[in-house]
């Protein structure tokens, strides 16, 4: 699968992390990250020896998110330089793109892929990029069309995030599958988007109906896979004729997987097993997509 890049993430630790004297046990070397086992010989503390062990495993682009003041230290804006504009040039040659957040509850999918405020992630400014097109990538077409849409799924059922949705039914969309144009989600809201700050208003708007819940791990844990999609359409000349160039861009952010907790309430453990399948089944999913792949290539 060579389009696809696989990028890791380091945060810092949480209040409740620092509070119950946890450890960072990852260390990041350019695009290798080394994981230790503290757990080896139960030897929580001394010096470094032989017995421990370090699995390092390689990616993409690895980041170390943990300090500000650090030289090493990866930015949302660092992150967007890489990730965010490959996502955007892609877009702009006309390609249909996934960038999805995968990881365990608390680990900083929704901070890298949304942000906060402060220090505003991925999914804004992809959009910001897209309005704001300085680019060096091609030809600059003639007009655009940006049309966005926000769902999520939750417990295997999907919600239109940006319509006001019968309270008693709220999750009663279909997945469709259209023979050319493939799997869409029927009767999903699109909205025609002119600038970035109706596309943050949007934003705002379904992150805020989003189903979130506190765990053990995270407060504000999200319960639910959210899928917002830019649907961006280049009006261009083609040997002298009008054309259009179309390109669908999904960003993910999936909900974390989590250990079954027997001590939480019947709600938290079936969102639980379901976060759980799903992410199972997107696992088989992928490793199929490498394995055709695989076959394929001579
Ligand atoms: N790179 C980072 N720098 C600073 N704080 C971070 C970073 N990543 C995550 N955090 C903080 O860690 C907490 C958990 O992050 P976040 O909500 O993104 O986790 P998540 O993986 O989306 O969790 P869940 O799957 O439970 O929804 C948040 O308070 C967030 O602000």
New binding site residues.
């Given amino acids: 699968m060579a389009n696809v890049k696989v990028a890791v993430?380091?945060?810092?630790l949480?209040k409740r992390e620092n509070a119950e004297e946890g450890r960072i046990i990852v260390e990041v070397d350019n695009k290798v990250a080394k994981v230790r086992n503290i757990k080896v010989d139960n030897r929580l503390d001394g010096p470094w020896d032989s017995r421990e062990k370090i699995v390092a495993f390689s990616f993409d682009y690895c980041?170390w998110?943990?300090d500000p003041e650090d030289p090493k230290y990866?930015s949302?804006e660092v992150v967007f330089q890489d990730l965010g504009t490959s996502v955007l040039s892609g877009a702009f040659k006309g390609y249909n793109i996934c960038l999805f957040?995968y990881?365990?509850?608390?680990?900083?999918?929704?901070?890298?892929?949304?942000g906060?405020p402060a220090?505003v992630g991925l999914t804004p400014r992809i959009c910001e990029g897209l309005f704001s097109r300085q680019d060096d990538y091609s030809e600059q077409p003639a007009s655009c069309r940006v049309e966005v849409s926000f769902l999520e799924i939750y417990n295997e059922r999907v919600r239109d995030l940006l319509k006001q949705s019968d309270h008693k039914k709220p999750y009663t969309l279909r997945v469709r599958e259209h023979p050319e144009t493939g799997p869409y989600v029927q009767g999903l809201s699109q909205h025609l988007v002119t600038d970035y700050k109706q596309v943050v208003g949007l934003l705002e708007e379904g992150i805020a109906k989003r189903i979130?819940a506190a765990?053990h791990?995270?407060?504000?844990?999200?319960?639910s896979h959210a899928i917002f999609t830019i649907h961006y359409t280049q009006a261009i000349l083609e040997n002298n004729l009008p054309s259009e160039i179309a390109s669908k861009i999904n960003l993910v952010?999936?909900?974390?997987?989590?250990r079954a907790d027997p001590s939480y309430c019947k709600d938290r453990i079936t969102e639980g097993a379901n976060i759980n399948k799903s992410l199972v089944t997107l696992g088989i999913v992928i490793s199929t997509l490498d394995a055709v792949c695989c076959m394929f290539v001579f």
Wanted: aromatic share 4%.
């Fill in positions: 993430r380091v945060r810092p949480s980041y998110s943990i990866a949302q957040a990881g365990q509850t608390g680990s900083g999918k929704t901070y890298t892929m949304m906060t220090s979130t765990t791990i995270h407060d504000a844990s999200s319960r952010d999936l909900a974390g997987s989590e």
